[in-house]
């Protein structure tokens, strides 16, 4: 338990900055039927490639630590991908969609539809997927 001392350095203080980020969110979405935004400041890196660097590894997180102050649902879909620094196999960039409070359905729905309209599957596909699919063939 949190003495009384540190209630309200932390906890109040954390509960005041989640019920701001709630009201900015639904303000927002009072706008619009969803919010989109990336999932990442930047592209997705190679399995395993950030391990040795934990601050690298948050930064990825940073997209994504708003809605979870939030409680509101979101989904993150494939919007594209980028070449590896090395050269090597696309990485894949994601598109994170945010929704109203219990509007899952709408929201999913509205993913599903990116999906099948923007076909960025077909465009290219990592090497994990990629080496299946040649297996699969053979």
């Not at 009201?23 to 706008?31: G, N, R, S, T």
Request: hydrophobic share 45%.
């Amino acid at each position: 338990a949190l003495s009384a001392g540190y209630y309200d350095a932390y906890y109040k203080r954390a509960q005041q900055v989640r019920t701001l980020v709630q009201q900015e969110m639904q303000a927002a979405l009072q706008q619009y039927d969803i919010l989109v935004c990336p999932t990442a400041p930047i592209a997705a890196y190679k399995l395993g490639e950030k391990l040795s660097d934990p601050l690298a590894m948050y930064k990825g997180d940073l997209m994504t630590i708003n809605l979870n102050l939030s409680g509101l649902p979101a989904v993150v879909v494939p919007c594209g991908f980028t070449t590896a620094e090395d050269g090597g196999a696309p990485l894949p960039v994601g598109l994170q969609m945010v929704g109203r409070m219990f509007g899952e359905q709408q929201l999913l729905q509205l993913a599903h539809m990116y999906e099948q309209t923007a076909d960025v599957a077909g465009s290219a596909q990592p090497q994990v997927v990629a080496g299946q699919q040649q297996r699969a063939m053979a």
